[in-house]
């Protein structure tokens, strides 16, 4: 079938319509060749049409001239247990030149399972109505299967979401990057991410799905946790999901299981790149003789074409567990509970790994590198990304209010401090001076850090340290947004502290108007040093200063590879490598200055 445009009229449409199916089977897919060749030939699209779905489901598109060729196009359509219809449309934008064809059009593998006289053995499910034999693994996993909608019944819902309202009993992580986007129909950015849901198949259903435009950047982790669940113990537990890595720059997803509350856990499952604009099953198998939890964790690519979906997860034989798991603790303050460290041979000057007991130099310890494998020497320090939604202050803390005696609680309601606040707890008309919304969630539910200038007299000043940093490299620098609003406001200023030395990195008085603003302050290479952000109250009490999501970027420190610098690096006087475009760039990459020494 080709295109045969025979009129002139400025917008036409030609569309070519399947018959009607009553219903196809979960793994049905559809296949044919398509031609698209000429000068502006324009764009065609597949569109599912079915009973009760008010806006058609794009299937494929394709945008502009392919070339002189014929090439193939391949749709998952899945389980769609309504009656449905397809439409290949074309639209002519008054100018059509070239030629837009279609062939050899196939379905596979759409028909239900056919009924089978026996259905024996602990490893098969027999359908109620259709008589269908399947595998058990497909039992409780949110797919019709049968036909008739029997492998699903009876399911525990604990154990299964198809996030149709909402993400059921997962949860995101607060320690990551940033969040799965709950989204409905094709995500924001062409070339990537699926075009529609795995529950129903349209547009109209809901799944998970991970940005990988900006402000995300390559590397950035979203990580999704599951509900705690018991020890497996035969090890029968199975955790089943639907995923869709699609799009050139598309980079990893991985499945970790955790015993321990605030670790990464150990891996289970990855897969890396793009697989194709379908919905993949994954099974993975568990076990475990504690307690344990499921991680499930997006890493973004270097590019926008990059976004990951998720949808249809579920558990079976697992059972859900109400305790908690145990953590690896800190204090406020950044140092570590004292905990039986393991078995070792370290020195005075040397920091314990937790779990493995190996040594490290204490440089190492607080500068943004896991230099051990359970990350115990970042465990006790400043968190790189903090936006204070798990309501912690992310390894922050008030030396003052440290230093005080037993009568702590009573004495700090009224005097000036920082805190944890949202709009949601602001008392009437104190949202004129303090933010009404936080800059991570843009709603009154968001958490950030202010000081409250309700309390404490003209001139006062607070302040708020990181622990000790130990080792910094040299493109490190801290991005915070701040929030200064009201007619009274004194200042906000960002000190560094080395020993009894403190240094100002920046500051800023007086009103900026009622926005978060973004501030961005140059650390560099600097070692055993605290980062300050320091608070002085103006006149009165309308004068609150707020700051959210402070990161620290580009902040480990340089590290020295065991082996040669290739030919596009250069080699540094204290033996690292560093890219050749940095030469004589004016900024001390190195850390010894020798990339910028006048003899190169």
């Not at 029997?150 to 990551?176: I, K, R, T, Y």
């Not at 924001?188 to 402000?215: C, F, I």
């Not at 006790?380 to 939604?389: G, I, P, S």
């Not at 320091?534 to 402070?550: F, P, Q």
Request: net charge negative.
């Amino acid at each position: 079938m080709f295109i045969l445009k025979n009129s002139s009229s400025i917008s036409q449409v030609a569309q070519l319509r399947s018959p009607k199916f009553r219903q196809a089977g979960s793994n049905c897919t559809l296949s044919f060749w398509y031609y698209n060749y000429g000068q502006s030939v324009g764009a065609a699209e597949l569109q599912l049409l079915g009973d009760g779905l008010k806006q058609p489901t794009v299937l494929w598109r394709t945008y502009y001239n392919e070339g002189n060729q014929w090439l193939k196009a391949v749709i998952q359509l899945g389980r769609l247990p309504h009656p449905f219809q397809l439409s290949l449309d074309k639209i002519s934008l008054g100018f059509y030149d070239g030629i837009s064809a279609i062939d050899d059009i196939t379905f596979e593998n759409c028909a239900l399972p056919s009924p089978a006289l026996s259905c024996a053995g602990p490893n098969h499910f027999w359908c109620r109505d259709t008589k269908a034999c399947i595998d058990s693994l497909l039992v409780c996993d949110l797919v019709d299967n049968c036909g008739d909608g029997s492998d699903e019944d009876n399911c525990n819902p604990d154990l299964q979401c198809n996030f149709e309202n909402g993400l059921c009993n997962w949860e995101q992580d607060a320690e990551d990057d940033f969040d799965w986007v709950r989204i409905q129909g094709p995500t924001p950015t062409a070339n990537t991410g699926p075009l529609k849901d795995h529950t129903t198949g349209t547009a109209r259903g809901h799944y998970l799905y991970m940005e990988s435009s900006k402000p995300s950047q390559f590397q950035d982790k979203a990580v999704l946790l599951s509900p705690l669940f018991n020890p497996s113990g035969n090890g029968n537990c199975i955790f089943r999901f639907h995923y869709h890595m699609f799009g050139k720059q598309v980079y990893k997803l991985s499945v970790f299981q955790r015993t321990v509350s605030n670790t990464k856990g150990w891996l289970l499952w990855y897969k890396f790149g793009n697989q194709g604009n379908r919905w993949i099953r994954q099974t993975v198998y568990i076990s475990s003789s504690k307690p344990f939890q499921i991680l499930v964790k997006g890493t973004v690519g270097d590019g926008f074409t990059g976004d990951i979906g998720l949808d249809d997860m579920s558990f079976l034989g697992c059972t859900l567990y109400n305790g908690n798991l145990p953590t690896i603790s800190t204090t406020t303050s950044g140092t570590s509970v004292p905990a039986t460290l393991p078995m070792n041979n370290c020195t005075e000057k040397e920091f314990v790994c937790r779990a493995s007991g190996h040594c490290i130099q204490m440089i190492q310890k607080c500068d943004f590198r896991p230099d051990c494998s359970d990350k115990s020497d970042e465990s006790a320090c400043v968190m790189e990304v903090c936006d204070f939604e798990d309501k912690t202050q992310c390894g922050w803390y008030q030396p003052a209010l440290e230093q005080m005696s037993g009568n702590y609680s009573t004495y700090t309601t009224s005097i000036f401090k920082w805190e944890l606040g949202r709009g949601a707890n602001l008392y009437p008309g104190q949202e004129k001076h303090c933010p009404l919304i936080d800059h991570t969630t843009c709603t009154e539910e968001g958490w950030y850090l202010f000081a409250d200038s309700s309390n404490g007299e003209f001139g006062h000043t607070v302040d708020i340290a990181t622990p000790v940093i130990s080792l910094t490299g040299p493109k490190c620098k801290i991005v915070f947004w701040n929030h200064m609003n009201g007619s009274t406001i004194g200042s906000l200023e960002v000190l560094c502290k080395t020993g009894n030395r403190t240094s100002k990195l920046w500051t800023q008085s007086g009103s900026q108007g009622p926005q978060w603003n973004r501030a961005e302050v140059f650390l560099g290479i600097r070692s055993n040093f605290q980062v300050v952000f320091r608070a002085k109250r103006g006149v009165s009490y309308m004068g609150d200063v707020a700051v959210d999501d402070i990161t620290f970027e580009d902040c480990s420190p340089l590290l020295i590879p065991g082996r040669p610098c290739t030919s596009e690096e250069f080699t540094c006087a204290n033996k690292y490598c560093i890219p050749k475009d940095n030469l004589c760039d004016f900024v001390n990459d190195c850390a010894d200055n020798s990339d910028e020494s006048p003899t190169i």
